[in-house]
C-alpha cells in the first residue's frame, strides 16, 4: 500500500509558474514509474507527463511539452512537475499517480497506475 499526497497548487497568472509536489510513503518508490494527470472543470481527465522509476526517461503531453519538467528525487520519496509560461486552459486538478514497474515504463494511461493522490488545484487566470 502506497500513498500519494500533492502539493503546490494555487492562483496565479497566465504566463506565470508553479512548481507541484508529490510526496510517496512506502520502501518501494524507487521502483516506481511516477505521472501527472489533470481533470479540467467538464473535461476527462488527461495525462501531463510521466518518469521512469530511475528517472532517465520522460513523457509529456503535446499540450505541455516545451512548458512543464518532470523529475524526481528517490531520496525524498517526491516528484515534482515545474510548469511555466502556464495558460488558463492548464487550469485543472492535477493528480499524481505511481506504478510499480521492473524497467524504463513511462506509461501515459490512467488505467495504467495502481496509486493516486487527492488531487491540487491549479487555476491560472487570464
Known amino acids: 500500500q502506497v500513498q500519494l499526497v500533492e502539493s503546490g497548487g494555487g492562483l496565479v497568472q497566465a504566463g506565470g509558474s508553479l512548481r507541484l509536489s508529490c510526496a510517496a510513503s512506502?520502501?518501494?518508490?524507487?521502483?516506481?514509474?511516477m505521472g501527472w494527470f489533470r481533470q479540467g472543470p467538464g473535461k476527462e481527465r488527461e495525462f501531463v507527463a510521466a518518469i521512469s522509476w530511475s528517472g532517465s526517461s520522460t513523457a509529456y503531453a503535446n499540450s505541455v511539452k516545451g512548458r512543464f519538467t518532470i523529475s524526481r528525487d528517490n531520496a525524498k520519496n517526491t516528484v515534482y512537475l515545474q510548469m511555466n509560461s502556464l495558460k488558463p486552459e492548464d487550469t485543472a486538478v492535477y493528480y499524481c499517480a505511481g506504478t510499480p514497474v521492473t524497467g524504463w515504463a513511462t506509461p501515459i494511461g490512467g488505467h495504467e497506475y495502481d496509486y493516486w493522490g487527492q488531487g491540487t488545484q491549479v487555476t491560472v487566470s487570464s
Open positions: 512506502g520502501r518501494t518508490f524507487s521502483r516506481y514509474a
